[in-house]
């Protein structure tokens, strides 16, 4: 729950009409979109001027979304997207908890902005920008934390089935349809109550995951046979070239949960997926684990990164063999 006294001075601040905008984490994932546009169809419901400004475009899988053509693309359109920021009396950033998680181009801005911010984030270690914060790492997503922001201010009956669409896509995505430890009793009765609400749950994950391309199928052909064992370390990991995306007409979205499968062996509790990005001169790099090892630790300590204990994410600047290498030795180094 946000505390009381924060809630009680933004009701006051939405209890007349304000220009509002809502910003998500950079290379949008189900939750990021599904806690912007949820709380868009919320707001837009008090009669405020909302807008939803992408750091960048993000993948076909989540277009499907309502108002997900609203929203506005920084990086491509950064002169339209400047004044709104300007000008806005409320900037709401969800699902990340550091303005550089918005990209170099944005986050530059955004440091330089001043404006009243509210966090609503489930991220380990948030900066300290927002005015008001609404920060739990152990929150599902932040579609839940945007669900228990809504009840706590009062609204629960403007969450409609098209607020609820969008909050229970991310619900889906961030707990891998509910797998995940992260999901709780509490997050699985939010999901009950936005079925309630009218929200249509089999159609969601047909929309998230059965709208796949012929070569996304063939291109993670190709990377579960990549993967490597590491079974003495109870590690796994994949990687991808940019000749193998080309190849298989990489689309952004394509490698959406690849990283999962190397958690799916028998006895392995850490695994990463390496992703070479030439236009970007990174390697773009995801960890996983199950139990107690801290990839959010991991990511922050070897990979310029950060995340949840069991999920995160990070990069590498040198290619594709050396940072596979760098991975091999701090594994070896570091865990038994
Ligand atoms: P994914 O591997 O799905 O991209 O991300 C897993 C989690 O780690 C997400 O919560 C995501 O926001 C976070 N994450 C991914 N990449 C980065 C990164 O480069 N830096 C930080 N701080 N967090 C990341
Ligand atoms: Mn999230």
Known sequence: MMNEQDIEAIKVLLASPKKIVIIPHRNQDGDSMGSTLGLYHFLIQLQHEVTVISPNEFADYLKWMPAADKVLLFEENHEACEPKLNEADIIFTLDFNAFHRTGEFMGSFLEKLDRTFIMIDHHQLPDDYAKYMYSDTKMS?????VYHFITQLGYENLINSTVGTCLYTGLVTDTGSFRFSSTTSTTLRVAAS??????NSAQIHNNLFDTSSYNRLQLLGKALQNMKLMPEYKTSYITLTQN???SHHYQKGDTEGFVNYGLSIDGIDFTAIFIENKPEGIIKISFRSQGDFDVNQFARNYFNGGGHINAAGGKSTVNIEE???????IVKETKK
């Not at 997503?141 to 934390?145: G, H, N, Q, W």
């Not at 936005?194 to 929200?199: E, H, I, R, T």
């Not at 940072?323 to 030795?329: D, E």
């Open 194 to 199: 936005l079925v309630d609400k009218g929200v």
């Open 323 to 329: 940072t596979v290498a760098k991975f091999i030795k």
């Open 141 to 145: 997503s932040a579609c839940e934390m």
């Open 244 to 246: 193998e995306l080309d």
